[in-house]
């Protein structure tokens, strides 16, 4: 029976709007130890959130402004237009050591404690490469790897390995893995890959232990992938055009395609249950489901939300286990909290 949605009747808000990004939404979804939810989106050189209780009654209110940074990685002043980042994506990344805050900017990745009050770790990117072929510089695509490390991409095509402590603030570059030529969009993670993709419509795979190279997915047309998710060992990758397309990592060759909306893809995510959502330009929220794997992948639609007068930039799934879904939209303070009847 195909899934259908209403609205939840508490209103979920955020103080800033949020910005016109791929992938603009990130929550810190309820366990057993911690019963509340996180929601954050990044709103120009700022980041903001709200903690909302289970039963929706309580929020609590949070935001985070970027750290600017100067000549030789110092501090620089916040008047000072030249020095100050953009937020390209925010994540709240959970390792099984650590919960984290990630912030990825034009100019710098910052690391913060999950609730945004202390930084632990701010790391320059490098502006001044021979190999480079992005006229800005930024990081974006954010992922979690076993059991302490973070990856971040950048313009560079490199993603970047850091080591993250149980406690305290020493955090360090592991090491740089390269293979894109152009700038990263996405990264997506799962127990053994790790999946990356870039502004051509590159994707590559890699070993998460090993962190090398294994397959490369070439790019299907023109159009650049927007966002990554993984299923089942299927790798979901939506585009600009508006397509989504499936890929099978261990042959790399495609196992499927929707033609999914009429414009840009901002954002996609899967659930454990074979349920993907993806939000776009054209105003709709769509679920669809998977069955079968990369050999026999079979895909249904399961329904149709249109947010009127909504350019829609971030979508996910309140439980990996259930079917309610959270959206967030350009230029709204609003987190529209859609349940499943």
Known sequence: MPLSYKKAPQTTSVKWSASHLSSNLTINRASETRRATMYGVAHKSGFTMVTVSEDGTKQIQGQVICRPVGHNSAL??????????????????????????????????????????????????????????????YARGIAGVGQNLLCVGNHLGEVLVFNIPQKGPTITLKETITGHQFGITSLVSNANLLISSDTSGFIL??????????????????????????????IAAS??????????????????????????????????????????????????????????????????????NQQLVGVKFLNLSRSDIAISSYDSSEVILLRAM
Request: hydrophobic share 40%; net charge negative; proline share 3%.
């Open 205 to 234: 795979i890699w070993n998460v232990r090993t962190m090398s190279q294994i397959n490369v997915i070439q790019p299907v047309d023109e159009s650049g992938v927007t966002a990554l998710s993984i299923w089942n060992n299927c």
């Open 76 to 137: 620089a002043s916040e008047s000072d237009a030249r020095f100050i980042p953009y937020i390209v994506q925010a994540v709240f990344v959970n390792l099984p050591i650590r919960n984290i805050l990630v912030l990825a900017c034009t100019k710098s990745i910052q690391i913060y404690e999950l609730d945004g009050t202390t930084n632990l770790h701010t790391h320059v990117l490098d502006k001044n490469h021979p190999n480079r072929t992005e006229s800005s510089i």
């Open 239 to 308: 585009y600009a055009n508006g397509m989504i397309r499936f890929f099978d990592p261990e042959n790399a060759q495609i196992c499927g395609s929707i033609a999914a909306h009429a414009r840009c893809i901002n954002a996609i995510d899967c659930n454990e249950r074979g349920l993907l959502a993806s939000v776009g330009d054209d105003c709709y929220v769509r679920v669809w489901k998977l069955t079968g794997d990369g050999e026999n992948l079979q895909i249904t639609h399961e329904c149709n939300q249109h947010i009127e």
